[in-house]
């Protein structure tokens, strides 16, 4: 039977446990001089899409590197799962660094999360398609006195209104790389340290991707038509895509960026030819262990390692 995950991006807060459609009616409103103005900035816990990141870099006129740096935290969106990004908030304190008197300093770029609240998205796949699948839920903190406005609208025009449906058009294809992820489970198991970097730099640090995708080492590899190179050299969102392409491929085997044949075989060739070295270099350190233990006396009972030649594999030291 097919079961239904959903992924609720605001982890710390009290999330009205009803799931709806875009069609639900919402009571709020959020204006300047309202009494609670920017007390949802005050105590900060927001996720970044890929394309927040790229909003955000350009408005602040910064390399995505620097931006992540400076402004964000990585943080796993499961134990030992895959790379996510949070805001990191004002020096010892909980507020967004971009909180002003005014209201929200990068407003026009205002990451994804915000532009939700107070609404939450359940971005969730059954186990038995690829596709995901959206519905709502509602947050209503105390302190949020939005919800007492007499303000009606459904949470597919509120949607509209904040800009989203560009935000979650270009989180698509990122959301469906993390849900993916996470159903493969522990079967797969846990991506290795390489994979990870990979990963986060691939979704979130769009200009060092940039410097790969334009390195020779990647052209070595993977074929690509000049008009296809300068499409996603030329855009940071097709280059954004494009990575998550190159994820899908490099971590479930799905390919459509052409690869290098030769270069592929070179490439297993190499890794063949490391192998055996690896192994003989092992079996040397091995070779020279046991020689110095021989020449100190030791022998493998003395090492404390006892010698199990039991059937019933009892030890002989037992
Ligand atoms: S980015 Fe803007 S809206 Fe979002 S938490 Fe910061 S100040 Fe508030
Ligand atoms: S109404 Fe809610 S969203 Fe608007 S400023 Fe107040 S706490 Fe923030």
New binding site residues.
């Given amino acids: 039977m097919s079961s239904l995950k959903p992924d609720v991006p605001f982890p710390q807060s009290p999330v009205i446990p009803a799931q709806v459609e875009g069609s639900h009616q919402i009571q709020f409103s959020c204006h300047k001089g309202i009494s609670c103005w920017?007390a949802?900035?005050a105590n900060?816990d927001?996720t970044l899409t890929p394309y927040d990141v790229i909003r955000l870099k350009k408005h602040l006129g910064i390399s995505s590197t620097d931006f992540l740096r400076e402004y964000t935290v990585p943080y796993e969106l499961e134990k030992d799962g895959i790379a996510g990004v949070k805001?990191r908030p004002v020096e010892n304190g909980t507020a967004?660094?971009?909180?002003?008197p005014e209201?929200?300093?990068?407003?026009e770029n205002?990451?994804t999360?915000?532009r939700y609240y107070p609404v939450a998205l359940l971005s969730m796949r059954r186990q038995d398609e690829y596709v995901d699948r959206q519905s709502y839920a509602i947050v209503k903190e105390d302190h949020c006195k939005g919800h007492e406005v007499a303000r009606t609208i459904t949470i597919d025009d509120y949607r509209t209104e904040q800009g989203l449906p560009e935000y979650d058009d270009l989180a698509r294809g990122w959301r469906q790389l993390v849900l993916k992820k996470k159903s493969s489970g522990p079967s797969i198991g846990a991506p290795s340290i390489k994979s990870r970097q990979l990963f986060f730099m691939a979704c979130y640090d769009v200009d060092t991707f940039h410097s790969f995708v334009e390195s020779e080492a990647f052209a070595k590899l993977f074929v690509m038509t000049e008009d296809e190179r300068t499409l996603v050299l030329g855009d940071d969102v097709e280059l954004m895509q494009f990575a998550f392409r190159f994820l899908r491929q490099v971590l479930f085997g799905e390919q459509s960026i052409a690869l290098n044949e030769e270069a592929a075989k070179a490439r297993l060739e190499n890794w063949k030819v490391r192998q055996v070295e690896i192994e003989r270099e092992a079996a040397e350190r091995r070779a020279k262990l046991e020689e110095e233990m021989a020449k100190e006396g030791f022998n493998e009972e003395d090492s404390g390692l006892g010698v199990c030649n039991d059937e019933d594999g009892s030890c002989a030291k037992d």
């Fill in positions: 920017n949802c900035c900060i927001i805001f967004c660094r971009f909180m002003t209201g929200c300093g990068v407003y205002r990451p999360a915000c």
